[in-house]
Nanobody, 122 residues
């Protein structure tokens, strides 16, 4: 599975962005997907996960209520809708896929896309 993340940019605090993760290759609909982020000098952290059907999601406490993960298997795409963005959301955002159920542990993910940079100014 090859993953391509996009949608990052420079926004102001309170604005919204939607990230997309487009997959190609194997049957994407059988994979769980996670969005992770990494800020400069910090460790990579989980943002959200979604299972293969979209029926089960998980969010980090820091984004709960502001971010929404969803997927459209017909388009081989997973989205991360980010609302009420804060400066502390500034990071490189990565999507990752794994067969089976979603996981909060990044080493569980076999496939990674390149990052897309989100910068939130105050």
């Amino acid at each position: 599975v090859q993953l391509q993340a996009s949608g990052g940019g420079l926004v102001q605090a309170g604005d919204s962005l939607r990230l997309s993760c487009v997959a190609s290759g194997r049957t994407f609909s059988s994979y769980a997907v996670g969005w992770f982020r990494q800020a400069p000098g910090q460790e990579r952290e989980l943002v959200a996960t979604i299972n293969w059907s979209g029926g089960r999601t998980y969010y980090a406490d820091s984004v709960k209520g502001r971010f929404t993960i969803s997927r459209d298997n017909a388009k081989n795409t997973v989205y991360l809708q980010m609302n009420s963005l804060k400066p502390e959301d500034t990071a490189e955002y990565y999507c990752a896929a794994r067969s089976g159920s979603g996981s909060t542990w990044s080493p569980d993910y076999s496939y990674w896309g390149q990052g897309t940079l989100v910068t939130v100014s105050s």
